[in-house]
């Protein structure tokens, strides 16, 4: 009898959740199981499922509401995601609940691999169906701690006691079980952290440590740069332009990929001074001709630099993309500049500086890159068996 896995996509944008999944379901696929997929963004992802071979279904769609805390509008536990995108009231949380359940009977699965996904986590909490939830630092808290850690020292906008009451009177409707805590919702059957050890901010605390990433680090590049700098850097974040100009004041060597910019704003900026790219770039290709990459610190760039063993310049822009920026700091090779714009143009310039011309971060980024290179890449390997022997009875 053909075994069936179902892959769950709830929250996040772009490729990244569901190109790691594909990983996981070739691989199976190969091994004779069928696999099923239920993702948030259908044009984009959906396409990028189909392109692999795979049957695609809509996932349901959680609506995210503004987050407005006593300290901000910017997340201070996971227990704030959650409230935003609907565990904060029943009239919001149970119909997504209930067309996560619905969706699952239809795909009838052996097994369900979750990633970022809390409320399929809910759907399938207390229920028959083994599951394995998947993500990154972030976005699989640990399920060890009475309540969600703190991202940041502030009030969070939602009690988690409030959001166990909601959750409570959704599972009881249902005659499901409700969790003791809220962070029993990234247990599961198993579970697994797919990101270098570095970059979880939460390894501290957990009982099992991260496997590292799915897809494993490039191994070190070699070339001596020519150029100061390669920058990644999305055109939506409200102060790529001040990061921009800082480069521009410069008059360093460097090339710009702006993701999400017009024609108008790539030849703006050429008129500047700046060499910009108007298609995506290899990166390791930029790596070996740039001294310094620059980017918002998300986790698939970091872990990527990691391993191309360059010095690091960051521009987060969220909680998140602070975390790392502060794990990269740790290990001594990455300098950020401070968040919500707290950072003149005379800043960027000393940042490409230190990172640029002090040695001793080039040193300590070939370091590193040489420390990944030597570990196995075993994390794929992993999940895959753990797959195979929870789909199977």
């Known amino acids: 009898m053909t075994r069936t896995v179902l892959f769950a996509w709830e929250l996040g944008d772009g490729l990244g959740h569901v190109s790691r999944l594909i990983k996981i379901a070739e691989r199976l696929r190969d091994a004779g199981v069928r696999c099923r997929f239920a993702v948030r963004q259908l044009e984009l992802a959906g396409r990028a499922v189909q392109s692999a071979g795979f049957e695609v279904l809509q996932a349901p769609l959680a609506r995210v509401e503004p987050i407005r805390g006593p300290d901000g509008t910017q997340p201070v536990t996971v227990g704030d995601i959650l409230g935003a995108v609907g565990f904060s009231g029943v009239e919001r949380l149970a119909p997504l609940v209930a067309g996560w359940h619905g969706l699952i009977e239809l795909a009838a699965p052996d097994l369900v691999v979750t990633d970022y996904a809390p409320t ?21 808290p640990p399920f060890e701690t009475e309540q969600f850690l703190p991202f940041r020292k502030a009030r969070p906008a939602f009690e988690e006691v409030r959001l166990l009451e909601v959750v409570g009177k959704v599972q009881s409707a249902r005659g499901r079980p409700t969790p003791s805590r809220l962070p029993l919702l990234f247990e599961g059957t198993q579970r697994y952290v797919i990101t270098l050890p570095e970059l979880d901010p939460w390894r501290a605390v957990r ?50 990929f702006l993701r999400d910019s017009t024609a108008a704003q790539r030849n703006a900026w050429r008129e500047r001074g700046l ?26 760039t970091a872990e990527q630099t990691l391993g191309l063993g360059r010095p690091q310049l960051l521009a987060p822009r969220h909680f998140e993309q602070f975390a790392n920026s502060d794990a990269l700091g740790r290990l001594g090779v990455a300098v950020a500049l401070r968040g919500a714009g707290r950072f003149s143009v005379e800043d960027v310039g000393r940042a490409l500086a230190t990172t640029a011309d002090n040695p001793q971060f080039a040193e300590r980024a070939t370091h590193c890159a040489r420390q990944l290179s030597a570990r196995p890449a075993t994390a794929l390997d992993t999940v895959v068996a753990a797959c195979t022997s929870r789909s199977h009875p």
Do not use: C
């Open 120 to 140: 399929a986590n809910l759907a399938l909490f207390g229920g028959p169906v083994p599951w394995i939830p998947i993500g990154d630092g972030f976005t699989l």
């Open 207 to 256: 009982s099992e440590q991260a496997i590292g990433p799915i897809a494993p680090p490039p191994r070190p590049v070699t070339g001596l740069p020519q150029d100061s700098y390669f920058a990644y850097l999305s055109a939506g974040f409200a102060f790529t332009d001040r990061v921009l100009e800082g480069l521009a004041a410069t008059g360093r060597l460097g090339t710009v």
């Open 275 to 300: 060499r910009v790219w108007d298609e995506p770039q290899d990166m390791r290709a930029m790596a070996e001709k740039s001294k310094v990459i620059i980017h918002h610190a998300g986790v698939g």
